[in-house]
Every structure is written in C-alpha cells, then in structure tokens.
C-alpha cells in the first residue's frame, strides 16, 4: 500500500504569513495528488487537484506543487479563515485509492 | 450543482449494523461516482471504498473489505453505506463524497455534511 507523510503535523502562524506543508508518498504516483481544507465540525473541502490544479472558488494564494514522491501545499499570505486541517491524499493507485496524508492543523501563533 | 444530503445520528450497540444514507439532488447518481470517507474523533480522514467509475464496480478499502456494502438507489438518487460487526472503534463522522477528475485524476469535490455514528454498549 500507498503510504502518506505530511509535514510538520501542526504548525503556528500569524496572518500574512507564507506557509509551506509537505507531503510524501512511500512511492512515486506521479503527480495523482489532491489537497483539501478541513475546519472544525464541517466536512473537508478540495483545495488543489493533481498537484497543482487550483480547484474553482479557491483562492489565489493557495498553490500547489510536486510530483512523484515530493509534493507542498503553500499558503502565499495566511487569512484569518486559512486556520484549519490541511490534508493530502493520493489517488493513484486504485488497491487503496484515495489514502489520505495524517494532516497539518495550522493555527493561530 | 451537486448536493448531498446525509441521513442523522446513529447510537448503535457492538455487533450491529449501521446503514447510512445519502441523497443526491442536482444531479443524478447516475452521473456521479460516490465514495464514503470516516473520521474517529480526534482523528484524520479514512477512504473506506467508492464507485470506480472506469471499471463500474464498487472497491472496498482492504480494512474494511468483508464488513462493508456500499449501494445505490437510482430510483431515488440515494446511496447507502453499510458496515456491520461494529465495534467502539467505528465511532466516527461518516461522510459521502463524489469522485471528479478526468485522465485518471480524481478527487472528491462535493461532500456531504456528515453523520455521526457512535457504537457504544
């Protein structure tokens, strides 16, 4: 099976900070890399497709990038509503679709 | 625009069963490759199985496989999730959630809000 690391597992930061997630795959799967936003009692939500695909309603200052093993969420100017669980999942191989990273909670410094 | 609408909160005693319902409005389910995904409290995100839309079957997460029926009413545009034998561990928020994507790029767009289900003797 897949496996998925992200770093670091929390972080603290303040408003306007750049922030940068990392996400590893145990093998390489191309570039079959979702990112999503999840916030306290509400279901996740898609932030970025195949890497780096902004995904339509998405703010401009989340951008994604990587491929094969390697990949990284980046947050260009931190908003108050960014503060929240960031996830990565993998959907390249289809005997365990879909694995999802451990998550990143990003919150208030 | 798709939207999911899940069925409520389920108290369920070890050894159970579970159904969990969602209804598609806006589209057809038809359309629509459905998955389901949990969270435990406190926990991550847990893909338990979904329609694979290229080879039209249902695959169940290896963890799951044995104790989990995913089906679909297309009377009714409403898709269920099954999962028997329950133990403390399958206390979890239950979401369904449609699969997107083109060249084999997939990722679930829409998402239900969530169901809770507690198994608790």
């Known amino acids: 099976d897949i496996q998925m690391t992200q770093s670091p597992s929390s972080l603290s930061a303040s408003v306007g900070d750049r922030v940068t997630i990392t996400c590893r795959a145990s093998q390489s799967i191309s570039s079959y890399l979702n990112w999503y936003q999840q916030k306290p009692g509400k279901a996740p939500k898609l932030l970025i497709y195949a890497a780096s695909s902004l995904q339509s309603g998405v703010p401009s200052r989340f951008s994604g990038s990587g491929s094969g093993t390697d990949f990284t969420l980046t947050i260009s100017s931190l908003q108050p509503e960014d503060f929240a669980t960031y996830y990565c999942q993998q959907s390249y191989s289809t005997l365990a679709w879909f694995t999802f990273g451990p998550g990143t909670k990003v919150d208030i410094k | 625009q798709v939207q999911l609408v899940q069925s409520g909160a389920e108290v369920k005693k070890p050894g159970a069963s579970v159904k969990v319902s969602c209804k598609v409005s806006?589209?057809?389910?038809?359309?629509?490759?459905m998955h389901w995904v949990r969270q435990a409290p406190g926990k991550g995100l847990e893909w338990m199985g979904g329609f694979d839309p290229e080879d039209g079957e249902t695959i169940y997460a290896q963890k799951f496989q044995g104790r989990v029926t995913m089906t679909e009413d297309t009377s009714t545009d409403t898709a269920y999730m099954e999962l028997s034998s329950l133990r403390s561990e399958d206390t979890a928020v239950y979401y369904c959630?449609?699969?997107?994507?083109?060249?084999?790029?997939?990722?679930?767009?829409?998402w239900g809000k969530g169901t809770t289900v507690t198994v608790s003797s």
């Open positions: 806006g589209y057809t389910l038809t359309e629509l490759s």
């Open positions: 959630a449609t699969v997107a994507g083109t060249l084999s790029y997939y990722y679930m767009d829409v």
